[in-house]
């Protein structure tokens, strides 16, 4: 990795390269909660900066969704001080009014017969709200239909979305998503009494490899070196993580890229997470995640409130960092947590995320085997910031082709890797009431 390179690969502004790659993709804008009297009150307007553009997100009279400039087209002030009347939301400086497509509506200060709204627009993106997140398209010309990824394909009632914020650039975020060595370590604590006990929030390894009554977190504690492969697929590409237990049986984990900065992955037998990370500018982002359940409803309202007391509203800005060492604690790295940062697995990647600085200088980084999936996204990241040919850009001219993804824990005790992983994901498919065939190929 060269400077120019890593810059390349962390510039997401417009006119950037960078930029233009993660725009050509939906993108998540804000919480469908952001808009809701919990976090704004009666005035669901909210200022918005995604992929270094300044926003304002608002819901008119109607229920519409607007995404538009934060800068008034008339001089330049802010309507995220907007006053939100008559089907659109209104500058308050000469009462300009603008709808949620763009379209000037009035211009009050002209006189009554004067025509100038007509030629006047504000900029405004598409958006479409989809299980709990608002999706926003600035890629320019008629947006493509979400894909069929099993979080907008899931009934709300099985999906669960929330986010957080870290400083630091999104590319750092993402390279922690998909590298499944870190798991054995970063997420490691020591054993509890009762440690195959139900699923705890933060202790999230805590589920069983398919039917061998080993949970997940003491398999990665006692055999952390995992065999690591990378496969291409339609959306990206497949991490599949090989772990032979003692003679006993072989763990196969597979996650998933969903290119340029998704990913997918298990976390039990009935529940996946598909999780975005969306810059806000060069050196801050966002993580989305959905939480997708292929069997009951999802408990959503403790979902949140296991989630909602480590951030602060409005910007869902986390209570720990830099600033407090990440809530590190000497004795409990001794005893407790390989971290010392408690047991929110969100807290150790956030550290993992935020430590280098908010953009890493990767001319100093070594790179080792186990790091295929960073080294896989980066070449194909490469290739699209080069090639902005459809063909380059995975999947956005075929949002059919984006089904599934598969993300499950199998266990075998032959060498049907593959086989056993394809078996369990079909098994939790037909068993499901609404999931539909994952692609496999």
Known sequence: MDTEENRLLTECGPGTAGGRVLRSYWQPAALTEELGPEVVGDRPVVPVTLLGEELVLFRDQLGQIGLVSRWCPHRGVDMAFGRREDGGLRCPFHGWLFDVEGNCLETPAEPAESTFHTRVR??????????????????????????????????????????????SNWLQAHEVGIDPAH???????????????????????????????????????????????????????????????????????????????????AMSPTMTIMQWHVPIDDVSCYWY?????????????????????????????????????WGFNAEEQVTATYTGMGTDINVHDQWAVESPGPIYDRTHEHL?????????????????????????????TDPAALTGPAAIDAATTGDDFDDAWRRAEGVRRQASSWAPPAITD
């Open 122 to 167: 504000i900029g405004c993106y598409p958006v479409v709200e989809r299980n709990g997140i608002i999706w926003a398209w600035l890629g320019g010309g008629e947006p493509p239909p979400l894909p069929g990824l099993d979080c907008f394909v899931a009934p709300a009632t099985h999906v669960f979305a929330f986010k957080g914020m870290w400083a």
């Open 289 to 325: 995640s959905m939480f997708v359940s292929y069997t009951d409803p999802v408990d959503a309202a403790t979902l949140r409130a296991q989630r909602i007391g480590q951030v602060e509203l409005p910007r869902y800005s986390p209570r720990t960092g830099a600033h407090n060492q």
């Open 368 to 396: 080792s085997p186990a790091d295929v999936g960073i080294r896989t996204h980066r070449r194909l990241f490469l290739a699209a910031l080069r090639d902005p040919s459809p063909t380059t850009l995975i999947g956005s």
């Open 183 to 265: 798991a054995a370590f970063l997420h490691r604590f020591f054993p509890p009494p009762g440690e195959a006990s139900e699923l705890t929030y933060g202790l999230q390894f805590r589920a069983m490899v398919a039917d061998t009554g080993i949970p997940v977190v003491k398999l990665m504690r006692e055999v952390p070196a995992a065999a690591i492969t990378a496969e291409p697929t339609a959306f990206g590409f497949r991490l599949r993580a090989l772990r032979n237990y003692h003679g006993q049986f072989t763990h196969v984990r597979v996650s998933n890229c969903i290119f340029p900065n998704a990913i997918a992955i």
